[in-house]
């Protein structure tokens, strides 16, 4: 989890973008499956073209959008709800439910 949050943190740090913790929670949800180079490798791809673009400020279709390009609908769904949402607060939205998530736990963990 160190070296998700660890590439999150580099990419966010190297295009001077701010964001709010339960951003930066579910980015490092979406970097724990894809990789921690997905941010280095990859920076024309979607997701950080768009994380660097909004710089902090993210419509919530556009990110519901955003991650659905993604495999795995359902932890993206989580993922973009967190990130808009927080995770105390994904159960009420949209029909999300973490805590029944076969991919989603409560305990400061994402996974």
């Known amino acids: 989890m160190k070296s998700a949050e660890d590439a999150v943190n580099d990419f966010l740090d190297k295009n001077n973008v701010k964001l ?63 990130f808009i949402n927080g995770l105390g607060n994904c159960e009420t939205k949209k029909g999300y439910d973490v805590d029944n998530s076969p991919k989603f736990k409560r305990n400061n963990q994402l996974f």
């Open 20 to 82: 709010n913790q339960h951003q930066f929670d579910a980015l490092v949800s979406f970097t724990h499956q894809y990789g921690e180079n997905w941010w280095t490798k990859t920076p024309e791809k979607v997701l950080p073209k768009f994380i660097r673009q909004g710089n902090g400020s993210y419509a919530e279709a556009d990110v519901r959008s955003t991650f659905a390009l993604h495999d795995d609908p359902k932890r993206r769904a989580v993922e973009a709800e967190v």
